[in-house]
């Protein structure tokens, strides 16, 4: 079945990924950072400050989505989505009226645990849950959300910025979520009873027949060496593309670039996530999500040395689009590849540990290359030592976990 035909086959559901995924921009890094120019000169913060506060309300989030990230596996979807929902209006209502560097920490908390933490691991574990034999092609549509809202969003945030303010932009979009989203949310998965008990009849047979379908306990997956091996090549997406984004400012203004152009230059990076994202749901399905992994990492190595060797505008371009191809492939393998290998019963747990660790590398890469900035290393030097980790993390996807044998 190609993608066009499943998406008519459940479409509110299918949309229901996709919009949750989309709103779950207002705490993802790229966004937050378009207003980190203002928030620092606002508190008097330097890159090394602000990227610690970052840091830590983004650790903070990582921590307490190991245990809210498996209630999904209890939970009812609609009232887990709801609440996830409106604690991201509450969050951003908390950003535009925030008073003092003490009070960003919590806010920051906030938005990246319910936007970045609850909301994208919602979106995941959804369609991971939901589809087997398509579930590469159900996260690929789900994950269209990330691209099609860093296409919109960055420009229209710039100027609303430059407008009418940081604070009031974050008060709109708060006044937004409170109102609209809830109730599209629960309209989208009107009909979700009958989904859920389809799926926990599939288990209990599969239980009863002895099959090992219903999967691992997070217990077992700690105590799988793989699960390290793969963690290299799984946290580099995060961890390069957070970094890069949440000193884009400062990365625009080292290489003379204008902000509204590299603002400009999300589109790239979307286009980059779509093509990357299409194709990466279909070789899912087709082949596996370990062999994806093997490829998901060369396009931000790409990125780095372009943005290492060159300093033309254009290049923004280039590196946007490059980054953007990692970011969708891994988005869609990285949905997958606990299901694959682990199972579905447990996958909320499961992939709650996967998205807190991968939550702790977007919360270090702000500090670390802040202080690095604030040390005088250049964005190109950067830019190689991310090459560098990403070689080894595809050395060990591609070579060292194929020789492990399953425990």
Known sequence: M?????????????????????????????????????????????????????????????????????????MDLRPYTSFACFGLALACLAMANVSSAFWLLPVIFALRFTGQGVMSHISTVAMARYFDAHRGKAISIASMGYPVAEAIIP??????????????????????????????????????????????????????????????????????????????????ASFIGTGFFFHQVHLVESKGWDLSWFAGAFVAYAFGQIAAVLATGILVDRYNAIKMMRLELLPVIVAMLALALFSDQLIAVIFMFFIGMTSGASA????????????????????????????????????????????????????????????????????????????
């Open 2 to 74: 190609n993608i066009f035909r499943f998406l008519v086959t459940s479409p509110r559901f299918l949309a229901f990924g996709f919009l949750i995924a989309f709103f779950s921009s207002f705490g993802q890094t790229y966004f937050i950072s378009l207003s980190s120019a203002e928030i620092r000169a606002t508190f008097g913060l330097s890159h090394g400050d602000f990227g610690g506060i970052y840091s830590v309300g983004t650790l903070s989030s990582a921590a307490l989505l190991v245990w809210a990230g498996r209630k999904i596996d209890d």
């Open 155 to 236: 420009f229209i945030a710039v100027s609303l910025i430059a407008t009418i303010g940081w604070r009031d932009m974050w008060t709109g979009i708060g006044i937004m979520l409170a109102i609209g989203l809830v109730p599209l949310v629960l309209w989208l998965l009107k009909g979700h009873s009958e989904r859920h008990r389809q799926l926990e009849e599939k288990n209990r047979s599969a239980a009863e027949s002895g099959a090992s379908e219903t999967g691992w306990s997070r217990r077992q997956v700690l105590r799988d060496p793989r699960f390290y091996v793969l963690l290299p090549n799984y946290l580099a």
């Open 332 to 407: 869609v393998t990285h949905g997958a590849v606990w299901a694959e290998i682990y199972g579905v019963a447990h996958l909320g747990a499961i992939k709650a540990l996967g998205s807190a660790l991968m939550v702790l590398g977007s919360a270090l890469s702000p500090p670390v290359m802040g202080w690095a900035i604030d040390a005088g290393v250049t964005m190109e030097t950067i830019a190689i030592a991310c090459a560098i980790y990403s070689g080894m993390a595809i050395f060990l996807v591609a070579f060292v976990y194929p020789r492990m044998k399953t425990p």
